[in-house]
């Protein structure tokens, strides 16, 4: 590139010309919950998943009794949920989302047990995916194994709204 730099309003050290609009809308509503304790894990099922610690919760609409994140606002959702267990690696783990009561069909991946270990020696299932939503959409995080009684530990929930 050569030539004259063109940049408008207050930006410094640029190198280039910046075009294009401000990106304006809202990413709300928006919420992460989260869970440090332990909880069992049955074989085979899928069980519903409830962090009960709000991080934030931009427009109270994660509630912790039921594990439900209910939007209220239309729009496209990105939703990441996350578990963390103690288990053989030649096993199965899923983390998936339910919507309206329903495993949520492009969320229901399952993965290696042992394939993804954090810091603290634990393995852990996660899951990420862009939901539509209407403004009664319910959404809920699901675990599912398939080693046995399973003790888990290390749950996350969090959603937010892509700007329209």
Same mark, same amino acid.
């Given at each position: ?6 940049? *408008? ?7 280039? *010309?910046?075009? $294009? ?11 992460? &919950? %989260?869970?440090?304790? &332990? ?13 009960? *610690? ?7 609409? %994660? ?36 919507? @309206? ?7 229901? +991946? $399952? ?7 954090? &810091?603290? $020696?634990?393995?852990? *299932? ?14 809920? +995080? ?5 080693? $046995? &009684? ?13 700007? @329209?």
């Amino acid at each position: 590139m050569t030539g004259i730099v063109n940049v *408008t309003g207050a930006r410094s050290g640029v190198i280039g *010309t910046i075009t $294009g609009e401000v990106v304006s809308g809202s990413s709300t509503p928006t919420f992460m &919950a %989260y869970d440090t304790g &332990a909880f069992g894990l049955a074989a085979s099922t899928y069980v519903l998943l409830k962090p009960g *610690t709000v991080v934030f919760d931009t427009n109270s609409t %994660y509630t912790t009794g039921t594990g439900k994140f209910v939007p209220g606002v239309a729009g496209k959702y990105v939703l990441f949920g996350q578990w963390a267990h103690n288990a053989n690696p030649a096993n199965q783990a899923k983390c998936v989302f339910y919507k @309206d009561g329903a495993v949520y069909p492009v969320a229901d +991946i $399952g993965s290696n047990m042992g394939t993804h270990i954090d &810091a603290h $020696g634990y393995n852990t *299932t996660s899951t990420t995916c862009i939901v539509e939503s209407s403004t009664s959409s319910e959404f809920q +995080i699901y675990g599912w194994q398939d080693r $046995g &009684a399973e003790a888990c530990t290390r749950l996350f929930f969090m959603g937010w709204k892509l700007l @329209d």
